[in-house]
């Protein structure tokens, strides 16, 4: 198979990975059932005079069932901390003891998970869009490249072929990683 060809199909293969990693990443911002320190860990708090995240300011954990705990190291950023979680308008209720700072997660109600179920839906089906996207700006590049004369139909015939089992395998990957969402949700 031509060259070019070869590396338009390794740049298609690399783009389809980071359109994944960017699903992921999207959906770990859909608020699952269970909490997750990822709620928090990037929360904006006004500390010191400047922005800082929750992540800056202390250590973050679990508490089961519902509970985050973040141990503040300096007394002093406690309330910027309870304030910041506040405002974050995460829907979270906050208190503080001392050094640590405790948010907890309220159960969903049926009506909020089918909400949320159906917001990462969307979210999947942009991320397949851009898939398709970008399968069909290879073929066409593929195309481009025929009509030249650089390849040969048959080049371009398996080009067509790689091109979608690689946007077959990332559509499975990505109804995967929405399944397990949706799971997250539910629970």
């Known amino acids: 198979m031509n060259q070019q060809l070869e590396k338009n199909l390794k740049e298609l293969e690399s783009s389809l990975k980071s359109l994944t990693e960017t699903l992921k990443n999207e959906l770990r911002n859909v608020r699952g059932n269970r909490p997750s320190v990822e709620l928090l860990e990037n929360v904006s708090v006004n500390c010191y005079g400047q922005a800082m995240s929750v992540k800056q300011l202390g250590s973050l954990s679990l ?95 398996q080009a067509k072929e790689k091109a979608q089992k690689l946007v077959d395998e990332t559509n499975r990957n990505m109804e995967s990683i929405l399944d397990e969402k949706i799971k997250e949700i539910e629970q």
């Open 63 to 157: 508490r089961p069932p519902r509970d985050i705990e973040i141990q503040i190291w300096d007394k002093n950023a406690v309330q910027a901390v309870v304030k910041g979680i506040e405002d974050a308008k995460i829907g979270m209720g906050v208190s503080s003891d001392g050094n640590i700072v405790r948010a907890s997660l309220p159960t969903l109600t049926d009506e909020r998970r089918k909400e949320l179920s159906k917001l990462a839906g969307k979210i999947t089906e942009a991320s397949k869009i851009r898939l398709r996207s970008q399968r069909d700006e290879f073929i066409k590049r593929a195309k481009a490249s025929e009509e030249k004369g650089e390849i040969t139909e048959d080049e371009l015939f």
